[in-house]
């Protein structure tokens, strides 16, 4: 099992920078997929990036392609979304996922099994 804890979310003006982190406890978390997802109130929980255990593939919506960096530290057990150029478009409430079935990194909040609680980005115009 995964467990997971987001931090980093907070106000920012449209243009600005965020860094969440995703910090993550059990013994699979090294094998895990991690994804982040975000939700807007009254939306679907939408995939933002991916991360396959190795660290060496990334995946991203293509709404945050060349903004948005999705990186890992197993040493630390932890997660990063630095979050660049931000929009108001990007005010979520922000949550890491776990996938550790060693299967294709999925694009789905469905193929995720650990979620943390979240963490609100709000980017104000």
């Known amino acids: 099992q995964v467990q997971l804890v987001e931090s980093g979310g907070g106000l920012v003006q449209a243009g600005g920078s965020l860094r969440l982190s995703c910090a993550a406890s059990?013994?699979?978390?090294?094998?895990?997929?991690i994804g982040w997802f975000r939700q807007a109130p009254g939306k679907e929980r939408d995939f933002v990036a991916a991360?396959?255990?190795?660290?060496?593939?990334?995946y991203y919506a293509d709404s945050v392609k060349g903004r948005f960096t999705i990186s890992r530290d197993n040493t630390k057990n932890t997660v990063f979304l630095q979050m660049n150029s931000l929009k108001p478009e990007d005010t979520a409430r922000y949550y890491c996922a776990a996938d550790d079935t060693l299967g294709p990194v999925s694009y789905s909040k469905y193929g995720y099994d650990y979620w943390g609680q979240g963490t609100q980005v709000t980017v104000s115009s």
């Open positions: 059990g013994r699979t978390f090294n094998r895990a997929a």
């Open positions: 991360i396959i255990w190795s660290g060496r593939v990334p």
